[in-house]
C-alpha cells in the first residue's frame, strides 16, 4: 500500500496546533466518486482526498466554475481523471443530468458524497421564507435529490469483485447541529438532523444490497463557511472554549476520515455518524461546571 501525503501545512494557520501528516492510502482505485460542493472548503478536500485515495472524481459546482476547474486540475496533477459539472443539488432535472453525465463519462460511480450545504444565518423572529427553504433546499432536499440517483446507480450496478465488497458507498456530510441546538440557525440545524434521519433510514433500506450509507458530523473546520468564527484571534479563542482538543479541524481532518469511510477498511460500518469535531460533542462547559 502507498500512501500520498497532499497539502497539510497549506492548510494550517498560525493559531492553531498543527495536525499530524495527512496520508491518504491508495485503496479506491477503480471507484469513480461523485462530491458535490467539492470546488471549495471541505468538499475540495474531500475531491483531492479520494483522489490521493486512487478514485477519479466528479467534481461539482454551483457557482465559481474557475475554483472547481482548479480542485479538477488537481485531480489530474494527484494521477486521476476529474470532470467538473455544474448542477444546482436542489434542481431535480440538473441533479439527474449531472449522474448521467458522471456516469456517462466514468461508465459508473461507486462513491458518492453528499457535501453541498450552506448557511442563511439570522434569529428567529427575522428568519425570512426564503432563508429558510434555501437551506433546507439545499441541505436536505438537495442530499435526498442526489443519494436517490446514487442509490439507483449502486442498485443497478451491483457489487464488482476485486473493487469494492460493497455496491456502493453513500456519504451524507453532516454537522455537530444534527445533535446540538444552535440558537440563530434553526434552519440549518433542523437541516442537518434531517440529514442525519434520512441517511439512517436509508441505510437500514439498502444495507441488505450491500450499499453502505454513513454520516459524517464535522465540528468547527476552517473554511469560508465559518470564516468570522476563526479569522481574528478573539473569534479564535472562543471557539476554542467549544472545543476540547484545542485546535480548530482542518479540511483535511474530514477528507481523511471521508476517505476511510467509503473503503473496504470500513466495510462493517453501516448507518453510522463519523464526529470529526475535536470533542465538541463532549459538552466542554461542564469540564468545569456542572
Ligand atoms: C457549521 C459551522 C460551525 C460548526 C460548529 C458547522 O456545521 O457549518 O459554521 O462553525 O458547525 O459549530
Redesign the pocket.
Known sequence: MTEKPIDAAASAGPEARPQGPVRFPVVLEGQPALVTGANSGIGRAVALGLAASGADVVVNYVVDPQAADDVAHQVEALGRKAIAIKADVSNEEDVQSMFSSAIGHFGTLHIAVNNA?L?RDAPFHEMTLQQWNKVIGVNLTGQFLCAREAIREFKRRGVVKNVSAAAGKLVCM????QE?P?AG?EN?AAS?GGVMQMMRSLAQEVAPLAIRVNGI?????R?P??RP??ETKEAYDS?MT?VPYRRIGEPNDVAQAVAWLVSDAADYVVGTTLFI?GG?MLFPGFASGG
Not at 453532516?174 to 447541529?177: D, E, G
Request: proline letters at 4%.
Open positions: 450545504g448557511q453532516s454537522s455537530v447541529h446540538i444552535w440557525h440549518y442537518k458530523a464535522p465540528g468547527a473546520i473554511t463557511i465559518n468564527a476563526w471557539l467549544l469535531d465538541m
